[in-house]
């Protein structure tokens, strides 16, 4: 068997040469990720299995793992290096306002972002968040950790030689200015862009598919699929709604700091019909701002 290190190169490989993008190591300044909207309860660590709750307004750096608990209400929205959002406490009024909490915040987006929503019974690390100037652009190095659940994401148009990788416990998925769906036994869709996903094989070779917009791969199938009309729109309804591009919107939520173990047989990943209803992508007449309104 091959060692980790070398499979891992591999698969690099293949990716970078579907994609052709690269970010340099040279020159680039770290950045971070801002939890900016929750729903149910999530923890993270940075290190030696120590676990503290997530909350709203938190920021994480390279080497933070976040999960998220079992519920498939549950989710965290992270807004990846650059976003230039603010989170404050501002809160709801009226006579059905919630009383005021500590862990009550609202978030109102500034720009067109990169955003990760780490869906329920998921766990993601940040491997790499890092910016560079060159002139007129600005490249980005991003590159997570899926290593149980399900993600959706968003990613804004990318210039040359920025880098948007996922690693998968089996192999990487690479995106290009998209939004997208993964999980983390490799099933991929894209919403609009492009992406391509590369896996090892039984014969541990690399087999690299390209999904373009409006495309789904199943690795169980090794086949791409268009994407059912119904799910396609609830991914560019997703998208509008954790990446707000123009005024500035304010979206209500409460965060619950108990911490709760992400299920060893329980995930998001490899369920679903394909039709739009698994892990809350068929609710095609709720945002999930007005599915978690209706949950509090």
Known sequence: MKDTHTIKGL???????????SASAQNMAPTKAQVVRMAGRARFTTGNNVWQPVKVGDVYGAGTVIQTDTSDKSYVDLVLGDGKGSVSSDYATGPQAAPITASMASYQPQSEQNVVRVWGNTALGIENLATSHTGADVVSDTQLDLKQGHIFGTVKKMTAGSRYEIKLPNGVAGIRGTSYDLWSDGRFRIGSGSGAISLMGTDNQPNTKVVPGGFEYNPTTDQLSALPANVLN???????DVRVIGAPQTVYFTSDHTIHHVSPTHGHHGHGNGNGDDNNQGDEGQTSSTKTAANH
Request: hydrophobic share 60%; proline share 0%; aromatic share 0%.
């Open 11 to 21: 698969i690099g490989c293949a990716i970078a040469l579907v994609l052709i993008s």
């Open 234 to 240: 609830s991914m560019l309804r997703l998208e509008q």
